[in-house]
């Protein structure tokens, strides 16, 4: 089993639709990270989370540390949006490497 | 403020041959760490640097090593290349609580 586990594998919704992304980790965390991978490589960190929640724009990320479970939220979907999202999990410590999940491709038509 | 800096973007080199890939981060961000991104395997980690020394080290052979410069400006190297080193490599550098700013990558190509 993977340490960093999303869902759904793939996605596609319409315009103007609110996408849920989740993500579950299955060891201890420092942070969880959520990036977004457009067509070329290029990766952007859209969030950083240890705690609670937080909003930019019209992407929303939470976590619950107890659940070990992360979702990320975009509101107001936008073709624009389409991408590859990837969670993250940095470990404790000694072991503050990154770890990541296999990413959500998803695909927003007009 | 500049961002990563990676380079060459793109490489194609013959199997058993060495490469070197290059990474400047952004200013004033000491620590550098690199990543190998393939369809098969996804995102994975290679190793991770903070003021000249490697802090942490994933799972990949000896084949692949890297180095940071007391500029913060970090190396890697992979030597006798195989075509299953094909890959996106890419590198981000951090800093305490701002989280991590990465490079466009270098897509290197063994043929």
């Known amino acids: 089993k993977n340490e960093v586990e999303q869902s759904p594998q793939n996605l596609t919704a319409q315009e103007g639709e609110f996408i849920t992304i989740n993500c579950s980790y299955s060891?201890?965390?420092?942070?969880l990270h959520w990036l977004q991978q457009h067509p070329g490589g290029g990766i952007v960190s859209l969030f950083m989370?240890?705690?609670g929640k937080k909003k930019h724009g019209r992407l929303i990320a939470t976590i619950n540390i107890q659940e070990k479970h992360s979702s990320l939220h975009i509101t107001a979907s936008h073709p624009r949006d389409s991408a590859v999202y990837i969670c993250?999990?940095?470990?404790?410590?000694?072991?503050?490497?990154?770890?990541f999940g296999k990413g959500i491709t998803l695909s927003v038509r007009p | 403020k500049a961002g990563v800096t990676q380079t060459p973007r793109y490489l194609i080199k013959t199997r058993g041959q060495q490469v070197t890939l290059s990474c400047s981060p952004i200013?004033?961000?000491?620590?550098v760490s690199w990543y190998q991104q393939t369809p098969g395997q996804g995102l994975q980690f290679l190793f991770e640097?903070?003021?000249?020394?490697?802090?942490n080290k994933g799972n990949f052979p000896g084949r692949f090593s890297g180095r940071q410069f007391s500029n913060s400006r970090s190396e890697m190297n992979v030597s006798t290349l195989e075509l299953g080193d094909s890959a996106l490599y890419l590198c981000?550098?951090?800093?305490?609580?701002?989280?991590?700013?990465f490079g466009s990558g270098t897509r290197l190509t063994v043929v």
């Open positions: 993250a999990v940095e470990g404790t410590g000694a072991n503050s490497k990154l770890t």
């Open positions: 640097y903070f003021s000249e020394t490697q802090r």
């Open positions: 060891v201890g965390i420092s942070a």
């Open positions: 989370l240890s705690s």
């Open positions: 200013s004033g961000h000491r620590s």
């Open positions: 981000a550098s951090s800093a305490d609580l701002v989280g991590y700013t």
